[in-house]
């Protein structure tokens, strides 16, 4: 198991993750047609021509969710009982076929819940694409388990 049990979260922590993608076009595709999401500026290459980004982007919920799942070997990979919720979600710039993703973690608060049996983790995440232009943040609170103890 790759994930961190509640104990091994220390607020102020970063997280620099080493695993990256590549952004496909056939991911793109692929992301819109499983969320029925047919918007033709990730679609259409000829209406997104007409536009000001010149070309298709790609799905911001596609973005946020590459973001999510390059951060769990090093997260809760094994320790995650639920996500709780991702706030303050933004998309500062946009991510286009052939951009490679990376994130970065940082640990922003813990604590124990009500019976001290898990934790609850809020964490920023940071997603990058190769020029290290920004180009999805938001928070992600995860209800985690706590570590065994010995008996």
Same mark, same amino acid.
């Not at 997260?75 to 998309?91: C, K, P, Q």
């Given at each position: 198991?790759?994930?961190?049990?509640?104990?091994a979260?220390?607020?102020?922590?970063s997280?620099?993750?080493?695993k990256?993608?590549?952004? /496909?076009? /056939?991911?793109n595709?692929?992301?819109?047609?499983?969320?029925?999401?047919?918007?033709?500026?990730?679609?259409?290459?000829?209406?997104?021509?007409?536009?000001?980004? %010149?070309e298709?982007?790609?799905? %911001?919920? !596609?973005?946020? /969710?590459?973001?999510v799942?390059l951060t769990?070997?090093?997260?809760?990979? %094994?320790?995650?009982?639920?996500?709780?919720?991702?706030d303050?979600?933004?998309h500062?710039?946009?991510?286009?076929? %052939?951009?490679?993703?990376?994130?970065e973690?940082?640990?922003?608060?813990?604590?124990?819940?009500?019976?001290?049996?898990?934790?609850?983790?809020?964490?920023?995440?940071?997603? !990058?694409?190769?020029?290290?232009?920004?180009?999805?943040t938001?928070?992600?609170?995860?209800?985690?388990e706590?570590?065994?103890?010995?008996?």
């Amino acid at each position: 198991m790759a994930g961190k049990y509640y104990e091994a979260f220390t607020p102020g922590e970063s997280i620099a993750h080493e695993k990256r993608r590549t952004v /496909s076009e /056939s991911d793109n595709q692929r992301f819109c047609d499983l969320t029925m999401n047919q918007q033709p500026l990730h679609l259409d290459a000829e209406f997104a021509a007409e536009t000001q980004f %010149g070309e298709r982007l790609v799905n %911001g919920l !596609y973005t946020m /969710s590459l973001a999510v799942g390059l951060t769990i070997p090093d997260t809760t990979d %094994g320790t995650i009982v639920a996500n709780l919720s991702y706030d303050a979600v933004e998309h500062p710039a946009p991510v286009v076929h %052939g951009d490679t993703i990376r994130a970065e973690t940082t640990v922003l608060e813990k604590h124990l819940t009500s019976d001290e049996e898990r934790g609850v983790v809020t964490m920023q995440v940071d997603a !990058y694409k190769q020029d290290d232009t920004l180009v999805c943040t938001f928070e992600r609170t995860a209800l985690v388990e706590r570590a065994p103890t010995e008996d």
